[in-house]
Nanobody
Framework: DVQLVESGGGSVQAGGSLSLSCAAP????????MGWFRQAPGKEREAVAA???????RYADAVKGRFTISTENAKKMFYLQMNNLKPEDTAMYYC?????????????????WGQGTQVTVS
């Protein structure tokens, strides 16, 4: 059973914007950790942005000032707004969630993952 579902990926030219959404209908606990990660061909999966249990937002250095993570708990959704996209942002993007996390930007802290949505910047 797929617990998380991403949407919003696509192709965009450099400097453009995309908004990604993650639906987490089975996560009824409102303060779960949520994160966005990405994986480019030949690379390991890496953190993009996350919200921890305490609701603090964290960002990878590569996306600071360009990407924004947010959540709408009532809708059981969280989002990634991506502005000023660069070709190096091209990757498969995954959303992830966990009841508790101690390091929200660590891949290893998450057990629940979406199927991925492709973002291509040219």
């Amino acid at each position: 059973d797929v617990q998380l579902v991403e949407s919003g990926g696509g192709s965009v030219q450099a400097g453009g914007s995309l908004s990604l959404s993650c639906a987490a209908p089975r996560f009824t606990y409102t303060r779960y950790c949520m994160g966005w990660f990405r994986q480019a061909p030949g690379k390991e999966r890496e953190a993009v942005a996350a919200i921890g249990n305490e609701r603090t937002t964290r960002y990878a250095d590569a996306v600071k000032g360009r990407f924004t993570i947010s959540t709408e708990n009532a809708k059981k959704m969280f989002y990634l707004q991506m502005n000023n996209l660069k070709p190096e942002d091209t990757a498969m993007y995954y959303c992830a969630a966990e009841w508790r996390c101690y390091e929200p930007l660590r891949v290893e802290d998450y057990d629940n993952w979406g199927q991925g949505t492709q973002v291509t910047v040219s």
